[in-house]
């Protein structure tokens, strides 16, 4: 009687774990953690996808558009979106959405456009949703996908549904180093005076190669053009160049680095100066000799100014003087 139980139990289970979808894991392989550059590769990796072919939905800021991915015989697929995909894009927050037919490999749910441009999503080709127009999709697309997400949790739906978010972005690439307040040149570490090492950050991918140009800055002549490779470097990717300034005669130039593939957007420049930009030598101060204190430089205050005005003692003998020629006056004139 108990092993009639333990083997009922058991069909359960196994009964169970027949219809129940196999766990799947999604990874994206974008060029920095979940950020994108407009015009970049973006990829993604499915795993445990057991039930048949795929839906995979892209939606964003004015944007929205489906594919089709045939796992292999391990459930495994991929999928890219290419830089004519993605040069489309605009700033903002995107989400791919992967939908998985479930156990009966059938889809229930799905979504199409009307003729009016509104994204309808529909259970048994019956509409039971509607995402609103594709132009108006906002810069975060969190209530559509859950919208999505409620059309599966229907009775009598068995598909899944698994969301992936990530930002895309303008092309940037900046220099992280300080610039001089007064000139705006580029601030160099000290060391060897001929190396000149030029650093920054960039949201562009590993795949995607850089390039560093040196121009004279008055003539706009090129003198040095090479390529740079991002390095991938936590939250965000990195770039290095170093170069020999000694090739160079003394005056001022302009660095640019930037994406091979697009000549508008993705570049970062800067002013720098090999040698010393004249007017701006400092004198040192004199260093004092050992055993000797450093010189102490007096203040000379200014000497208080003399009053221009007369004092009240100094006009006393002025007025008794004029008082006595007065009374002279008057005098002569009772004789006269």
């Given at each position: 009687m108990k092993s009639t139980g333990i083997i009922i139990i058991s069909i359960i289970v196994l009964f169970a774990l027949m219809i129940v979808p196999a766990?799947?894991?999604?990874?994206?392989?974008?060029?920095?953690?979940?950020?994108?550059?407009?015009?970049?590769?973006?990829?993604?990796?499915?795993?445990?996808?057991?039930?048949?072919?795929?839906?995979?939905?892209?939606?964003g800021r004015n944007h929205f558009h489906t594919?089709?991915?045939?796992?292999?015989a391990h459930g495994v697929f991929s999928v890219t979106l290419i830089?004519?995909?993605?040069?489309?894009f605009s700033s903002g927050q995107y989400a791919l959405v992967v939908q998985d037919p479930g156990a009966n490999g059938k889809f229930e749910i799905g979504t199409r456009l009307s003729e009016t441009g509104h994204i309808l999503v529909t259970d048994h080709d019956l509409i039971v949703a509607d995402l609103g127009l594709e132009k108006d999709l906002k810069g975060s697309v969190h209530s559509?996908?859950?919208?999505?997400?409620?059309?599966?949790?229907?009775?009598?739906?068995?598909?899944?549904l698994t969301p992936s978010y990530f930002l895309v972005e303008e092309p940037v690439v900046q220099f992280t180093q300080s610039r001089d307040r007064a000139t705006d040149y580029l601030i160099f570490e000290p060391g060897n005076s001929s190396r000149l090492y030029f650093h920054g950050t960039t949201n562009l991918?590993?795949?995607?190669?850089?390039?560093?140009?040196?121009?004279?800055?008055?003539?706009?002549?090129?003198?040095?053009?090479?390529?740079?490779?991002?390095?991938?470097?936590?939250?965000?990717?990195?770039?290095?160049?170093?170069m020999d300034s000694s090739r160079f005669p003394t005056g001022e130039y302009l660095i640019t680095v930037g994406w091979q593939n697009d000549n508008t957007t993705g570049t970062g420049t800067a002013l720098f100066f090999i040698g010393t930009p004249s007017g701006t030598t400092v004198s040192p101060s004199p260093v004092p000799?050992?055993?000797?204190?450093?010189p102490v430089h007096?203040?000379?205050?200014?000497?208080?100014?003399?009053?221009?005005?007369?004092?009240?003692?100094?006009?006393?003998?002025?007025?008794?003087?004029?008082?006595?020629?007065v009374i002279v006056i008057r005098k002569r004139s009772r004789m006269a």
């Open positions: 766990a799947a894991d999604l990874t994206c392989v974008p060029n920095c953690p979940y950020i994108i550059a407009k015009g970049d590769t973006f990829t993604i990796n499915w795993t445990g996808m057991n039930n048949g072919t795929a839906t995979v939905m892209v939606i594919l089709t991915a045939v796992p292999d830089p004519e995909v993605t040069r489309n559509e996908v859950e919208t999505l997400s409620a059309a599966l949790r229907r009775a009598g739906v068995d598909d899944t991918g590993t795949q995607n190669p850089l390039r560093a140009r040196v121009y004279e800055s008055v003539s706009r002549r090129l003198v040095a053009d090479e390529p740079l490779p991002p390095i991938r470097n936590g939250a965000i990717n990195s770039w290095e160049y170093d000799a050992a055993g000797e204190e450093s007096e203040t000379v205050q200014p000497e208080k100014p003399v009053p221009t005005h007369a004092s009240p003692v100094a006009a006393i003998p002025l007025a008794l003087g004029c008082f006595g020629l």
